[in-house]
């Protein structure tokens, strides 16, 4: 079955610990993407990446870090989370940029809570 | 700065009703735009991706317009079902960037 799948998809964490949160796809996509939700402020997208070892910021990158060292994994760390990251997280896909692949896969979403 | 605005906010229908939703957005240099549907505390779904030269999409009861001069998008849902109650979201993918912007949805609810 096509999906992106996130782990974990809840996580309950204190402020200072680092994180990693998983993200991976079975599509052979090119691009994938990182977005946090927050209520009131809509889905904000956070890093992207265009391929392997290709990645760029996006409106809210303070505070996160990405990797893309294979086409199908994209993690998101936290490497001193704070309360402020407290959200719900998506992890998205897609064939490519432009050109008709654009269309967006999305991960289950993780909870995360920072105390 | 691109902007994406869905108005209402919230829509409640009784079942049956044909309804419209509504999205619009500042700068007309988009490659495409989607919707896509959001269950409580669940991930997005993609519905219906319309690329900046077309006008419209269906997908069943569902039909997207897209009159990108204007910058508006329409959503219109025939027959409505209270399995269609959820969030709707429609986002844009920016021209000359590898960007999507989000409007902040409309959350329908249809009545039994």
């Known amino acids: 079955e096509a999906q992106v799948t996130q782990n974990p998809r809840y996580l309950i964490t204190v402020t200072g610990k680092k994180l990693t949160v998983t993200c991976s796809q079975n599509m052979n996509h090119e691009y994938m993407s990182w977005y946090r939700q927050d209520p009131g402020l809509g889905l904000r997208q956070i890093y992207y990446s265009m391929n392997v070892e290709v990645t760029d910021k996006g409106d809210v990158p303070e505070g996160y870090k990405v990797s893309r060292k294979e086409k199908r994994n994209f993690p998101l760390i936290l490497e001193s989370p704070s309360p402020n990251q407290t959200s719900l997280y998506f992890c998205?896909?897609?064939?490519?940029w432009g050109q008709g692949e654009d269309e967006q896969y999305f991960g289950p979403g993780t909870r995360l809570t920072v105390t | 700065k691109q902007e994406v605005t869905q108005i209402p906010a919230a829509l409640s229908v009784p079942e049956g009703e044909n309804l419209v939703l509504n999205c619009s957005f500042t700068?007309?240099?988009?490659?495409?735009l989607q919707w896509f549907r959001q269950d409580p505390g669940k991930g997005l779904t993609s519905l219906l991706l319309?690329?900046?030269?077309?006008r419209e999409q269906t997908s069943g009861r569902l039909n997207a317009s897209l009159d990108k001069s204007s910058g508006r998008s329409t959503l219109y849902i025939a027959a409505s079902q209270p399995g269609d109650s959820a969030t709707y979201l429609c986002a844009v993918t920016q021209g000359g960037s590898e960007k999507l912007v989000f409007g902040k949805g409309t959350k329908l609810t249809v009545n039994p």
């Open positions: 700068d007309s240099a988009i490659y495409n």
């Open positions: 998205a896909s897609s064939l490519g």
């Open positions: 319309i690329q900046s030269s077309q």
